[in-house]
C-alpha cells in the first residue's frame, strides 16, 4: 500500500498542479501537449483526492479539457459526477466518449 501524505516540507501533485495552473507561462498554448501530460499524471500518479477540484477548475480550460475528464474518471471523482453529466451534450464528440467513460467508472 502506497502512502500519498507528502513528506516533511514536500508539496502534494494537487499543490504543484494548483501552481502550474496559476503559472501564465504554464498557461501558454505553446505548452498544451505538456499540459495535458501533467493533468493526466496527475490522476496516474496519485490517488489524492485533492486534486478533485483543481481537475474541476481545468475542465474549463479548453487545452486541458479531455485531459481533466479522463482524469477525473481515473480518480472515480464522486464529486465530479454533476460536472461531467455536463459534457455528455457537448458539441465535441471526444468529450461526450470521455465524460460517458469517466461516470461508468464512478457509479
Known amino acids: 500500500m502506497t502512502d500519498d501524505r507528502p513528506r516533511a516540507g514536500r508539496k502534494t501533485a494537487a499543490e504543484l498542479m494548483a501552481e502550474l495552473r496559476a503559472d501564465p507561462e504554464f498557461r501558454a498554448r505553446r505548452c498544451g501537449e505538456a499540459r495535458q501530460m501533467v493533468v493526466l499524471g496527475l490522476a496516474k500518479l496519485t490517488k489524492d483526492k485533492r486534486a478533485v477540484p483543481v481537475l474541476l477548475a481545468l475542465l ?23 460536472r461531467l453529466q455536463q459534457f455528455l451534450d457537448h458539441p465535441e464528440p471526444f468529450y461526450r466518449t470521455e465524460a460517458r467513460k469517466a461516470l461508468n467508472k464512478i457509479k
Do not use: E, N, Y
Open 60 to 82: 474549463d480550460d479548453p487545452d486541458v479539457t479531455g485531459s481533466a475528464i479522463m482524469a477525473l474518471g481515473k480518480l472515480k471523482a464522486v464529486k465530479a459526477r454533476d
